[in-house]
């Protein structure tokens, strides 16, 4: 066996996956935020591309809180309260434009959540 050899295939594989996870990971029609702090609101906006029609736009909320978060998910849509424990998924239909989604702390003080917001 020829290690030289594996090693080279082996480095120029590993390089071809992480080119590609970073093609997948970097996209700009997707927002991700890590709260552990809930001292100021969060606003998102994604816009579309121009002359493409999309299907959805997508928040997904992850994580814990001591007390009530707000979240609404388009600008269209109801604020919703969540509190403790979430693991929340948000769809709705999208075309064009800005989807905006908005994040208030309301009466939360501490925890971890995870937003991801984004269309598709």
């Known amino acids: ?23 997948i990971g970097s996209n700009k029609y997707r927002r991700v935020f890590f709260i552990d702090s809930f001292q100021n609101p969060i606003e998102s906006k994604i816009s579309s591309k121009p ?3 999309y299907s959805y736009e997508i928040v ?3 994580g814990n809180t001591n007390d009530t978060i707000i979240i609404q ?3 269209k849509c109801e604020a919703v309260k969540l509190s403790g424990k979430i693991n929340q998924k948000f769809m709705n ?6 989807s905006i989604m908005h994040f208030q702390p309301y009466k939360a003080t501490e925890g971890k959540l995870k ?3 984004k269309i598709r």
Do not use: Q, W
């Not at 239909?93 to 800005?98: A, N, P, R, S």
């Open 73 to 75: 998910p388009c600008e």
């Open 115 to 117: 937003i991801v917001h």
């Open 1 to 23: 066996m020829n290690y030289k050899k594996i090693l080279t295939l082996s480095i120029v594989i590993l390089l071809i996956l992480v080119g590609v996870a970073i093609i």
């Open 60 to 62: 997904r909320i992850k």
């Open 93 to 98: 239909e999208f075309k064009t434009g800005k």
């Open 51 to 53: 002359n493409k029609d």
